[in-house]
């Protein structure tokens, strides 16, 4: 006999999808997206950039390797929730601690499992991202969609998601001093930086130039993180203050973030970009790269010819911006993720021009 469905979608177009809840039980209205890895929900779980998002994951099996404790993201996950074709609570996998059930019950983030995502991305592709209510098998389509009317996704996910306090990751005989903006940073960022020689010290989203300054950086990084890069102008006019003094080097919101301090604009895709396959190709060397990718937002080309930013990486996929530079000023960044966790590893070399840029500023003296 078939299991009872208990837990349904409701989008804001009218269509529902039936399926079984795991982890939280709590109702949520956030944005639905897609990701196609096929492998890394961990990664994806604990990313902050997924805040006030239900993520769809395109692969079907998920949960079969459980959840460990070294492969988080961030602290306390802030995902709006997960939609999944199959689940299983029974993970093998030595290095697993948790299953993907227990961290979601944990953190109060509510799952679906046994729906059509097949059809559910190919609708999200098709129509574009758009609000969705995980709820109860007995919630009505109408009484969902009054609910969805009368809420709006919340615009304050950096201040939510960043650091409160001051952090440091200090590696012993480091280079290089990288004071790094948290506006929802993943924590293999910080890893990668500190493999490579640089100690990193982790500000909140809100710090002021001043502040930055006492620190006396090499370089500053500006991380990845949720939303729209128009709600954290504090960070867009923080990098009008510092461009041109410091090595600067940004990541996907990081990114948009530089170019709007360039006075470029930003648009929002229609399903955006996410999964761990997307190819790029780097102008100035003529490579591909294969890259992570998780966003809503993009440059817009044509908005950057009125600045002294320079377009390096461009999408294959449909053309879109996925890099900047403004060379005399030490600035750059990308779209895309060269941290990784999860996705192929083609973009490391990106830090490594970062820690190059800041040999002219060892020991916090600026060029």
């Not at 709006?80 to 019950?105: C, H, W």
């Not at 506006?183 to 100690?199: A, D, E, F």
């Not at 003094?245 to 470029?264: K, V």
């Amino acid at each position: 006999m078939m299991k009872k469905f208990d837990r349904k979608l409701i989008l804001s177009d009218g269509s529902e999808y039936y399926g079984y809840g795991f982890g939280s039980k709590h109702e949520k209205i956030t944005e639905i997206v897609f990701n196609t890895s096929l492998v890394g929900y961990q990664e994806i779980l604990s990313d902050p950039s997924y805040t006030y998002q239900t993520v769809v994951m395109a692969y079907p099996l998920i949960g079969n390797y459980g959840m460990t404790e070294e492969d988080f993201e961030t602290d306390i996950p802030t995902i709006g929730g997960l939609a999944v074709r199959d689940y299983n609570d029974q993970p093998s996998n030595f290095r697993s601690k948790y299953t993907l059930s227990e961290i979601m019950e944990k953190y109060k983030i509510p799952g679906i499992y046994g729906i059509d995502t097949r059809k559910l991305v190919r609708s999200i592709r098709d129509l574009g991202s758009r609000k969705a209510l995980l709820t109860d098998i007995g919630t009505s389509l109408q009484e969902g969609l009054r609910r969805l009317d009368l809420y709006n996704i919340p615009r304050d996910a950096v201040s939510q998601v960043s650091r409160k306090n001051v952090q440091h990751y200090t590696v012993t005989d480091g280079k290089y001093h990288v004071a790094a903006i948290d506006c929802g940073m993943k924590q293999n960022i910080v890893r990668t930086l500190n493999r490579r020689g640089c100690s990193v010290t982790i500000v909140p989203w809100n710090t002021s130039a001043r502040e930055i300054e006492k620190l006396r950086p090499d370089g500053v990084f500006l991380s990845n993180g949720p939303g729209n890069p128009a709600d954290v102008q504090t960070v867009v006019e923080l990098v009008k203050a510092l461009k041109g003094e410091y090595p600067i080097f940004g990541i996907c919101l990081g990114h948009q973030i530089i170019s709007l301090a360039y006075g470029a604009r930003i648009y929002k895709l229609k399903f955006g970009h996410r999964g761990g396959n997307h190819p790029i190709k780097n102008l100035r060397t003529g490579k591909i790269e294969i890259t992570s990718q998780n966003h809503s937002y993009a440059v817009d080309k044509a908005s950057l010819a009125n600045t002294r930013l320079k377009i390096t990486h461009l999408n294959l996929l449909d053309q879109t911006v996925e890099g900047v530079a403004c060379e005399e000023d030490r600035v750059f960044g990308v779209q895309y993720h060269p941290e990784s966790a999860p996705g192929p590893q083609d973009s490391g070399y990106l830090f490594e021009q970062f820690i190059k840029m800041m040999e002219g500023t060892k020991d916090g003296e600026k060029n």
